[in-house]
């Protein structure tokens, strides 16, 4: 900007910084000579770790949108020829292609779909069954998976080998232009709260990228972060954990905390500031408006739902929710322990003491732990385990949160988003595995018993009303300690020698804690009333 000065001549002012988000800045600092080497180390380590996606992916991936897309105008065009509109309406019939997710593209990535179709295309019968049958009988089309009563329904699949999840919004409109903008309030009147969640998915993402000071490096730091999350074990929204969206908005905040920071800087102070931030106060990039369409918004005040939440993590866009809903008291302790390995490495390598490759250990979850819950997943055929895993992966938050209840969070879960295949089993199988542990620094709680058999069949019961059940699904979950642990679960087929484990890799745990826990005084045998050989089918009733 510039002004004239008395004496006629120009004169540059500069303008103040613009503020981003609802607090000041914690510091406006730029990065040091220091910071700024460090910022090149970590982003060779990431090119190096095949973090981002090449031309040639990238191209495969515009080329599969561009099929999608061609196949929901065909849906489209199909369904109002069927229902008796005029030529002319079937030739301007028209359905939009949205992505959004994770703001950043990594090789393999799932890739976040959203389809936007007018008012007369719905998502229970013409998505979920007309255009599931379309995508079924397409060659290109495998592993396919609808999930019409998730939070926010979707339908997943690979299609030539990558994975989608596609949603669907039905908006008001009989003609959907294909330069819609959904980021504006007029998509939402007269829809349903499902199709809202539907649509925010793509809203918010828009409304990140306008939330933060720099988004490249917002973009540089969100890739890091969720690569930590996921060799942390603790990237997944259906367990209970972060998705590619909580993790972002996360980052957001942090962006608007330390405006002039590099990705390096960022990263450190992301650990520094979730340390020390105390649950459940909320992390929001904005102010929450009410809006003027009804749409109920995140407020634990009116909302007596709301005060239960753990770790909200809100939504920019209108209706602003909480997108952390999952987390449990279980799963929020276990992302503290990891924020603080996070925190504790970052000051290393701030001191040199530490590489970057040190932040990105993978998480040894099957030597954290004396005592786990195997939950084991069966069906007669492939192509029933996948729906069958889909829809136990989907509920077994709800066993965490039952054994949160029924011993008063006294026993401790940590549920491991990965599954585990055992290719020795003659029928198709997958494995899911929780950690579980008392609940440490409460006195009187030696020797105390947990029968969680109760909590077992409550969960069973709950499972067998999949409305998809076919015979041969089946689900067992038995109780193992460490050293029963299936050889499947382990990356080379068995376990380590234990002259080879280091004490420090469990996180959170000093050299004495280690040795105590692996003493076997606090061993789980019979104590949780759950015998090692003791499986509990879930057979169709």
């Not at 191209?59 to 105008?73: D, F, P, W």
């Not at 997108?323 to 276990?334: H, P």
Request: glycine residues 6%; contains cysteine; proline residues 6%.
């Amino acid at each position: 900007m510039e002004t004239q000065s008395p004496n006629g001549s120009l004169q540059k002012q500069s303008l103040p910084p613009k503020n981003y988000g609802i607090t000041k800045p914690i510091s406006l600092a730029g990065p040091s000579e220091a910071d700024i080497q460090r910022n090149t180390e970590l982003q060779k380590f990431l090119i190096e770790s095949g973090l981002y996606e090449s031309k040639e992916e990238a191209a495969k991936r515009e080329e599969v949108l561009g099929h999608i897309s061609e196949i929901v105008k065909s849906w489209v065009k199909q369904l109002t020829r069927q229902r008796g509109y005029t030529d002319q309406m079937v030739e301007e019939a028209n359905a939009v292609i949205f992505t959004f997710g994770s703001t950043v593209h990594g090789p393999g990535a799932d890739i976040d779909t959203l389809c936007v179709g007018p008012s007369y295309v719905n998502r229970e019968e013409d998505f979920f069954i007309i255009l599931h049958d379309i995508l079924a009988e397409m060659e290109e089309v495998t592993e396919l998976q609808p999930v019409p009563d998730a939070h926010v329904p979707v339908m997943r699949f690979k299609f030539q080998g990558i994975s989608i999840d596609l949603l669907y919004a039905s908006i008001s409109l009989l003609v959907v232009p294909d330069d819609l903008d959904i980021s504006h309030e007029s998509v939402l009147p007269n829809v349903d709260e499902q199709t809202v969640r539907s649509l925010n998915g793509c809203r918010v993402a828009d409304e990140i990228l306008k939330l933060v000071p720099n988004v490249e490096h917002f973009c540089m730091t969100l890739r890091c972060l969720e690569f930590w999350a996921k060799r942390r074990g603790v990237y997944s929204n259906v367990t209970g954990f972060l998705g590619g969206l909580n993790w972002a908005l996360l980052v957001a905040r942090v962006c608007q905390l330390y405006p002039n920071a590099v990705p390096s800087m960022l990263v450190s102070r992301f650990f520094r500031v979730y340390t020390q931030w105390r649950w459940p106060n909320p992390v929001m990039l904005c102010s929450i408006e009410e809006g003027e369409l009804g749409f109920p918004v995140w407020d634990p005040r009116k909302n007596p739902q709301d005060r239960f939440h753990h770790m909200p993590i809100i939504t920019p866009a209108y209706p602003c929710m909480n997108s952390s809903y999952n987390v449990s008291l279980s799963t929020l302790r276990v992302m503290m322990e990891q924020f603080q390995f996070g925190n504790r490495i970052c000051v290393e390598i701030e001191q040199n003491k530490s590489q970057w490759s040190a932040l990105f250990e993978p998480h040894l979850f099957f030597e954290a732990y004396q005592n786990y819950l195997q939950v084991d997943i069966v069906s007669a055929d492939a192509d029933d385990l996948l729906a069958w895993k889909g829809w136990v992966e989907s509920r077994l938050r709800q066993l965490t949160l039952k054994i949160e209840r029924d011993t008063n969070g006294m026993l401790q879960c940590h549920p491991y988003p990965n599954e585990y295949v055992d290719t020795s089993n003659q029928f198709p199988h997958c494995a899911f595995f929780m950690g579980l542990q008392r609940k440490e620094g409460v006195s009187g709680l030696e020797g105390q018993q947990f029968d969680i058999r109760g909590t077992v069949d409550e969960f069973r019961q709950e499972i067998s009303m999949y409305m998809y059940w076919k015979p041969g699904m089946d689900i067992y979950v038995s109780h193992v300690c460490r050293r029963q642990l299936p050889a499947f679960v382990f990356p080379d087929g068995y376990r380590r020698p234990r002259s080879l484990r280091h004490p420090s890799q469990q996180t959170g745990k000093t050299c004495e804690d280690v040795t105590r826990s692996r003493s076997g005084s606090s061993c789980f045998i019979g104590v949780l009333s759950l015998p090692i050989s003791l499986a509990l089918p879930m057979m169709k009733s």
